[in-house]
C-alpha cells in the first residue's frame, strides 16, 4: 500500500451515502434528551473524512445561511465533491484534501472552529496515531459547547468479524488481489471452512451469521469495511478514554431507537447494570448484553447544561413531519439493539392522524387525546422511535430554498450521466429523502421536455438506460432491449408523472 493512504485501501472510492444521524436536527435532538444545550446561532459545521462529500453537501444545500467545511485525505473524493458543489452552484460548502497527522500539528487559523463535528465510520479503520490525530484535530478546531459525533465498529459483537478481516486481507495482500475479486474469493473460502466445521468456526459460532450478512452487502461497502491494514472495533469506554484530550464528554447516542434504551431493558439486564456505579463502565455493560456492533457517539465540549424549564420549552417547540405512515392494519413495531418492540397502536395512530393534516409541533402532539396523558419523556421515547423508523423527520424548511432546487437538478442530471445518486432534499419539508436512479432520470425528462407525456418520457428514459448500458428489471426479468425496455419504462414514467412527480412537487423535490 502506498503510504500516503496510511494502511486505508483506496483502490475504490467510498460509497455516495447520505447518514441522518450527522444532521444538526438529529445531533440536537439527542443533546436535548440529555439535557445538554446545542449550538445555536450562526454555527458552522466540520466533516472529518467527508468521502464523497454527497452527505455534506446535501447538508449544505438544506442549511444555505451556515458555513461548511469537508476534509478527505483522497484527491478522488475531493474532487468529486467540488464538482457537486460547483454544479450545483453552491457557494457556503468548501471541500479541502489534507492530512489528518499534518492538521493535528498545525490547524489552518483561516478555517476557524465549528460547532459540529462529525467522523462517520473511519475512527475503526485508521492506525492508532491518525486516530489520536484526529482528537487533536477536534481540539483544534471545536467551539466550547460543540457536539462532536464518532461513529464507529464497536466491541463486543465484532469479535466473530476479526478473522473474516484478518484472512480477507491477508489473502489479498499475499496474492495481489483487485478488492473486489479479493472480496468473492474471501467469502468463498469462508463459506468453506465453516461448512468444514473447523475450530475455529466452531469456537465463534456468530462467524457463520456474520458471514451470511457480509454476503449480502455491496461489494464496494465491504472492501471500505474489510480491507483495510487497520481494522480497530473498539470498547466504548476505550473510545471515551482516548477522546479526553479533546475534553470531550459523552452526552448520548444518536442510535435513535437507542436513546433511552435504560428505561425499556428487560428487568434483568436493568438488574445487571444497576449492579456497576460508573456511568461509563454502565454503558460497556449495556453493549455487553445486547452485543453491541456499531456504535454513532454524541460528544460535546464542555456540555453546557440546559435548565429544567428551558429544555421542556425547546423540546415542545420542535416540529415533526410525517413522511411513511405504517399501514392501517400493520403491527406496529419499532427496531432496538435488544429487538424490536410493540407500539400502542392507540397512542401512535392519534399521532399519525394529527401529523397526516401537516407538520406539528411536540406541544401539539402531547394535546392528542389520549386515553392517558403523555408526560414528556414518554413524548421523547414516541419520537425517537418513529425518527429511528423514518416515518417521522423533523419539520425545518431551509430559509432559501434555492440552493436544496439547484442541487436536486444537478443530482439528477449527474444521475441520467451514470452518477450513483440515491438521495435528493425534499426543501419545503427540510429533509433529505431516499430516491431511485429511475425516478431521477426522469426527473430529468421533465427539464428536457415540460410538457412531455407519459410516452415520451419513457422513450427519454430507455434511450438514457441504453446510453448508459442499463437496463430495467420486470418482476425479476432483466431487460435490455429497447422493444422490451419501451412498454415498461412507459408504465414506470406514468406511475412518475400521477404519483411520484405530485408527490415530489408538494415535499419540495422540485418545483
Keep these: ?268 439486564f436493568k438488574d445487571i447494570v444497576q449492579d456497576y456505579g460508573d456511568p461509563i463502565v454502565q454503558e460497556v455493560m449495556i453493549d455487553t448484553l445486547v452485543n453491541q456492533s456499531f456504535r454513532r457517539d454524541v460528544f460535546s465540549r464542555g456540555a453546557p447544561p440546559m435548565w429544567t424549564a428551558q429544555r421542556q420549552q425547546t423540546i415542545l417547540q420542535q416540529s415533526f413531519v410525517l413522511l411513511n405512515r405504517p399501514a392501517a392494519d400493520a403491527e406496529l413495531k419499532f427496531k432496538t439493539s435488544i429487538g424490536e418492540l410493540k407500539g400502542k397502536a392507540e397512542i401512535y395512530n392519534l399521532f399519525y392522524d394529527q401529523l397526516a393534516t401537516g407538520p406539528k409541533t411536540a406541544q401539539a402532539l402531547m394535546q392528542v387525546p389520549a386515553s392517558q396523558p403523555l408526560g414528556l419523556g414518554d413524548m421523547m421515547q414516541a419520537l425517537s422511535f418513529m425518527l429511528n423508523e423514518g416515518q417521522i423527520g423533523f419539520y425545518r424548511p431551509p430559509s432559501d430554498r434555492g440552493p436544496a432546487l439547484a442541487l436536486n437538478r444537478a443530482i439528477a442530471i449527474a444521475t441520467a450521466n451514470g452518477a450513483p445518486y440515491r438521495f435528493a432534499i425534499a426543501s419545503k419539508l427540510g429533509h433529505v429523502i431516499t430516491v431511485s436512479d429511475v425516478d431521477l432520470m426522469l426527473l430529468t425528462a421533465t427539464f428536457d421536455q415540460p410538457q412531455g407525456t407519459a410516452a415520451e418520457w419513457g422513450a427519454a428514459l430507455v434511450e438514457r438506460l441504453l446510453v448508459l448500458g442499463k437496463g430495467l428489471s420486470q418482476q425479476g426479468k432483466p431487460l435490455t432491449k429497447r422493444e422490451d425496455l419501451l412498454p415498461y419504462a412507459t408504465q414506470l414514467a406514468e406511475t412518475f408523472l400521477q404519483k411520484t412527480l405530485p408527490k415530489w412537487r408538494e415535499y419540495g423535490v422540485c418545483e
Excluded at 20 to 26: H, T, V, Y
Design 1 to 268: 500500500m502506498s503510504t500516503w493512504s496510511s494502511g486505508y485501501n483506496t483502490d475504490l472510492g467510498y460509497t455516495f451515502g447520505y447518514y441522518r444521524e450527522i444532521s444538526p436536527e438529529w445531533l440536537d435532538f439527542v443533546a436535548l434528551s440529555k439535557s445538554v444545550t446545542p449550538p445555536a446561532g450562526a454555527w458552522r459545521y466540520l466533516e472529518l473524512g467527508c468521502g464523497q462529500g454527497y452527505g455534506l453537501t446535501l447538508l449544505a444545500a438544506l442549511n444555505p445561511e451556515h458555513d461548511f467545511l469537508g476534509i478527505d485525505f483522497n484527491p478522488v473524493h475531493i474532487t468529486h465533491a467540488r464538482t457537486l458543489a460547483a454544479a450545483a452552484g453552491l457557494t457556503n460548502v468548501r471541500f479541502e484534501e489534507a492530512d489528518f497527522a499534518a492538521l493535528a500539528t498545525a490547524w489552518p487559523a483561516d478555517w476557524g472552529q465549528f460547532d459540529y463535528i462529525t467522523a462517520h465510520g473511519i475512527y475503526s479503520w485508521l492506525q492508532p496515531e491518525v486516530c489520536a490525530a484526529i482528537v487533536q484535530l477536534i481540539n483544534h478546531a471545536s467551539r466550547p459547547g460543540a457536539l462532536v459525533y464518532l461513529s464507529y465498529n464497536a466491541l463486543p459483537a465484532w469479535f466473530s468479524s476479526h478473522p473474516i478481516q484478518h484472512l480477507m486481507r491477508l489473502w489479498q495482500t499475499t496474492e495481489s488481489l483487485e478488492s473486489v475479486k479479493a472480496i468473492e474469493t474471501g467469502i468463498k473460502r469462508l463459506e468453506t471452512l465453516t461448512a468444514a466445521q473447523t475450530g475455529m468456526t466452531r469456537m465463534l459460532p456468530g462467524m457463520k451469521a456474520m458471514l451470511d450478512k457480509v454476503g449480502k452487502h455491496d461489494r464496494a461497502y465491504l472492501v471500505q469495511e474489510y480491507l483495510h491494514d487497520n481494522w480497530h472495533p473498539r470498547w466504548f469506554d476505550q473510545v471515551v478514554e482516548e477522546v479526553k484530550p479533546a475534553k470531550l464528554s459523552y452526552v448520548g447516542t444518536a442510535s435513535m431507537g437507542d436513546l433511552f434504551l435504560r428505561s425499556f431493558m428487560p428487568q434483568k
